[in-house]
């Protein structure tokens, strides 16, 4: 079975630069999860969508960011335009929500990002 | 309000040494899992282990092995033998009931790198 699928799984862009990540989430999952991680912060949660709906967008860091799930199979994170301190390892994940309660998440591979 | 705390930053044993990961966490609910991730220098997150809260029977799978009490708000992991692949950053993570603004959401630790050495 296919696991999470994002894409690119490199990124190197020059600062300004529109940036635009994309994720596949498991088949039959109903949560998406976007993640930051970098070495100061941690693995940080961005947004997640529940039936593809954005449930919290707390974590998104400025108005650059944006995320959409168009459907149940597909979702992108934007950042527009693109700094230096957005460099970072961005992964999506999905899970199963059922009964109120969530099950584990499976991280996609991650995308390394760099912005020069 | 929900919170992971693993107090160890780093770990290094020695191969062949057993060693064990703390996890301690905070929630008011009665009902929540609790999970592992192992993150290897590839990078990616691997699922290990859930575990419901009404169950507090310890879990073992080969090497690994999981301590859970709910008296202490415990979770941790312990790995017998250890052997250089074991090296990783380890996430413990907690999840509750949904209370409409948290559903779907894991709470992570920040992780403990631990690292086995030849």
């Known amino acids: 079975d296919a696991g999470v699928i994002q894409s690119p799984r490199h990124e190197v862009t020059e600062m300004g630069q529109e940036v635009t990540l994309r994720c596949k989430p498991i088949s039959g999952h109903n949560s998406l999860f976007w993640y930051r991680q970098t070495m100061m912060r941690g693995l940080e949660l961005l947004i997640y969508f529940n039936n593809n709906v954005p449930i919290d967008d707390s974590g998104m860091p400025e108005d650059r960011f944006s995320a959409k799930m168009p459907n149940a199979s597909f979702s992108t994170l934007k950042i527009q335009p693109s700094e230096p301190r957005d460099s970072a390892v961005y992964f999506c994940?999905?899970?199963?929500?059922?009964?109120?309660?969530?099950?584990?998440?499976?991280f996609g591979p991650g995308t390394r990002l760099t912005v020069t | 309000a929900q919170k992971v705390t693993q107090a160890q930053t780093e770990i290094s044993v020695v191969e062949k040494e057993d060693v064990t990961l703390d996890c301690v966490y905070e929630t008011r609910d009665t009902t929540y899992y609790l999970f592992w991730y192992k993150q290897p220098p590839s990078g990616e997150l691997v699922f290990l282990i859930r575990?419901?809260?009404?169950?507090?029977q310890n879990e073992i799978s080969g090497r690994y092995s999981w301590n859970f009490q709910k008296s202490t708000s415990s979770f941790n992991f312990t790995i017998t033998a250890s052997q250089v692949v074991d090296s990783a950053v380890y996430f413990c993570a907690l999840s509750d009931i949904d209370r409409g603004s948290t559903l779907g959401r894991l709470y992570f630790g920040r992780g403990t790198q631990l690292t086995v050495w030849p």
């Open positions: 575990r419901n809260s009404f169950d507090e």
């Open positions: 994940a999905s899970s199963l929500t059922r009964h109120r309660l969530n099950y584990e998440q499976y």
